[in-house]
Nanobody, 120 residues
Framework: QVQLVESGGDLVQAGGSLRLSCVVS????????MRWYRQAPGKERELVSG???????NYADSVKGRFTISRDNAKNTVHLQMNQMKPEDTAVYYC??????????????WGQGTQVTVSS
């Protein structure tokens, strides 16, 4: 079956960096938009960044200039490079992808979540 496998979450000090990765595991015909969301304790899940199949990107205002999203289509992978991290970046980060199947079906998948904790 197709699933999203996330990695890279960790405990980091403020000002430090982390790189999250999300691999689409399994056979797919294509991958459309890929996104990173996050959810902090007591808060709603929010969109952090997204990237289209052609490479267009978007970022939440709170992470612009600090985070960079990228994708490697040959490896069915999306990354989120997080620099100059702040305690308010602490959250569970979730990968999201829109998948194109071999029967012209499209569906959405979510990763299991990876914990990012930024200490001050």
């Amino acid at each position: 079956q197709v699933q999203l496998v996330e990695s890279g979450g960790d405990l980091v000090q403020a000002g430090g960096s982390l790189r999250l990765s999300c691999v689409v595991s399994g056979r797919v015909a294509g991958i459309n938009d890929m996104r990173w969301y996050r959810q902090a304790p007591g808060k709603e899940r929010e969109l952090v960044s997204g990237i289209t199949s052609s490479g267009s990107t978007n970022y939440a205002d709170s992470v612009k200039g600090r985070f960079t999203i990228s994708r490697d289509n040959a490896k069915n992978t999306v990354h989120l490079q997080m620099n100059q991290m702040k305690p308010e970046d602490t959250a569970v980060y979730y990968c999201n992808a829109r998948i194109k199947g071999y029967r012209w079906n499209e569906y959405e998948l979510w990763g299991q979540g990876t914990q990012v904790t930024v200490s001050s």
